[in-house]
């Protein structure tokens, strides 16, 4: 395939994943069923159709890294697992602007965690956009002070942690492929939402969609987004990526009425604007490295 091809390629695929992950707030509003029902199927639909893409795009290379992780891998499972959880439980409690807008400051914490576990030096340009950051995010939990909906804020925050904790993890092991943690992670979440849920109480229509939102928010999104590396720098395609807070709070505005409130607006403007400095200001170190 000729460069600009599978620079296009590329694109495409990296576009594809905040597609597919922008659609998770409108299908939970879209539903009439309990958080934790939710949780079971989007988990189910995930351990359904996650599989073939593993297969396809691994085989069983997967598992022998999975084994030789050993410990560190069901520690991952466990965070990922909390993040299954803690979305969908934060998407029930407050506006989907909100909800994204938090869970966008996992890569900012990932620098943070990397600093404390891994030793990795924070520059002065790092602490500055985690001062801006956190201003941000400072307005976009004040919005929601007197709106009665901040359970769903700190849930959301939970979800920007739990996130950062499993791929400061996963960077531990930078030379195993962990990507099919996700499937235990995802059977986790399934277990855990049995103590809470009802899943056979759930209309048909509404299993359809929660499938449908496991299988192409998850699967589909996250297939997406590892293909879209071998084609692309890891720096653009996570740029890209952060169409997903953008878009996801567009959707539910026009399909559904629901308006973020002007603090969460100006706050998550700061915020992607902090993410949108630091992953280029480390794409631009990643250049300057010679290389061996």
Do not use: K
């Amino acid at each position: 395939m000729s460069a600009p091809s599978s620079r296009l390629v590329g694109l495409l695929l990296a576009l594809a994943a905040p597609l597919s992950w922008s659609i998770g707030g409108l299908i939970i509003r879209s539903v009439e069923t309990e958080p934790w029902d939710i949780v079971f199927w989007r988990a189910f639909g995930h351990v359904l159709c996650f599989p073939l893409a593993v297969w396809w795009l691994w085989g069983r290379s997967v598992l022998v890294d999975l084994r030789a992780v050993g410990r560190p891998a069901l520690a991952v499972a466990f965070f990922m697992a909390c993040t299954l959880i803690f979305h969908v439980l934060a998407m029930t409690r407050t506006t989907v602007a909100n909800v994204l807008i938090l869970q966008s400051m996992s890569p900012l914490l990932v620098a943070v965690l990397a600093w404390i576990f891994l030793d990795e030096r924070l520059r002065a340009s790092g602490w500055v956009i985690l001062a801006v950051a956190f201003a941000g995010l400072a307005l976009v939990i004040g919005g929601s002070l007197g709106a009665g909906d901040m359970s769903g804020d700190l849930f959301a925050l939970v979800v920007a942690v739990c996130s950062a904790a499993h791929v400061t993890l996963i960077r531990r092991h930078r030379t195993r492929n962990l990507a099919a943690v996700t499937l235990p992670a995802a059977v986790l979440a399934i277990g855990v939402s049995l103590l809470f849920a009802r899943p056979l109480s759930v209309s048909l229509p509404d299993i359809g969609l929660l499938i449908l939102l496991g299988g192409v928010q998850m699967s589909f999104g996250l297939t997406c987004f590892i293909l879209a590396l071998r084609y692309l720098p890891a720096a653009e395609v996570t740029l890209i990526a952060l169409l997903e807070p953008i878009l996801g709070p567009i959707w539910v505005w026009l399909l559904i009425g629901e308006q973020p409130a002007a603090s969460t607006i100006i706050g998550g403007t700061i915020v992607l604007g902090a993410l949108v400095a630091h992953v280029t200001l480390a794409a631009r170190r990643a250049r300057q490295v010679p290389t061996p």
